[in-house]
């Protein structure tokens, strides 16, 4: 069964560190890949996509994420967090099984508290 | 503003009672999804319309119905609610109509209290 693995259901970390949130997915199909962030009291809005092309992504507010086929991952990194970056994060991936056969599945999200 | 719209933006009501939650999709976009966000259960994905048409569902209990109108906008009904069924309910609305490589667009949220 295709499935999207968010490992860390909190990542606490200090404000100006960096940081990775992990996510994994299992499938041996074709994906599109994204990362959704929900900041309190808000909906989901997108972070960052990966569709084909260079596997190192470049997203809002200094975001980036590299697309591991081998792994099956897609790690979402920042190298310096700011209290503001406060939110839940969404790893999304679209599983194309060929024709118009495509499913959007969510992981179950992380949420990064930064502190002060 | 996503330019997604969704109402009402809190809606408090009893066991056994049904309730209607609207959605206006994003000027432009034929699709409409909905989904269900709760602690235990996470982002769950409940139905996706296409121009008026359903192309997908997903874990959405018989109770629940949804449908979505002529002018794109959708509404998604909850009847003889259980506490359970408390949670914050998403709208996204995309161009196409299939997942794909489509980025969805996502409104504020319906937070539903059963009591």
């Known amino acids: 069964a295709q499935s999207v693995t968010q490992l860390d259901s909190q990542v606490p970390v200090f404000e100006e560190a960096p940081v990775e949130l992990r996510c994994n997915y299992s499938?041996?199909?074709?994906?599109?890949l994204f990362w959704y962030v929900q900041y309190p009291n808000q909906g989901l809005q997108l972070l960052l996509k990966y569709l084909s092309g260079s596997t190192l992504v470049k997203g809002i507010n200094g975001f980036e994420a590299e697309f591991n086929k081998s792994q099956t991952s897609f790690h979402l990194r920042k190298p310096s967090v700011h209290i503001s970056d406060t939110a839940e994060y969404f790893c999304a991936v679209v599983f194309h099984s060929g024709g118009s056969n495509y499913k959007l599945t969510f992981g179950k999200g992380t949420l990064l508290t930064v502190n002060p | 503003d996503s330019g997604v719209t969704q109402t009402p933006k809190h809606l408090i009501t009893a066991t056994g009672q049904r309730v209607t939650l609207r959605c206006s999709p994003r000027?432009?976009?034929?699709?409409v999804y909905w989904y269900q966000q709760s602690l235990d259960q996470g982002l769950q994905f409940l139905i996706h319309y296409y121009n008026g048409e359903e192309r997908a569902k997903g874990n959405i209990l018989e109770r629940f119905s949804a449908q979505q109108f002529p002018d794109l906008h959708s509404e998604l009904n909850l009847s003889s609610l259980e506490l359970g069924d408390s949670a914050l309910y998403f709208c996204?609305?995309?161009?196409?109509?299939?997942?794909?490589?489509?980025?969805?667009?996502f409104g504020a949220g319906s937070r539903l209290t059963v009591l």
């Open positions: 996204a609305s995309s161009v196409a109509g299939g997942a794909g490589a489509n980025v969805l667009t």
């Open positions: 000027s432009g976009d034929l699709s």
């Open positions: 499938s041996s199909v074709s994906v599109y």
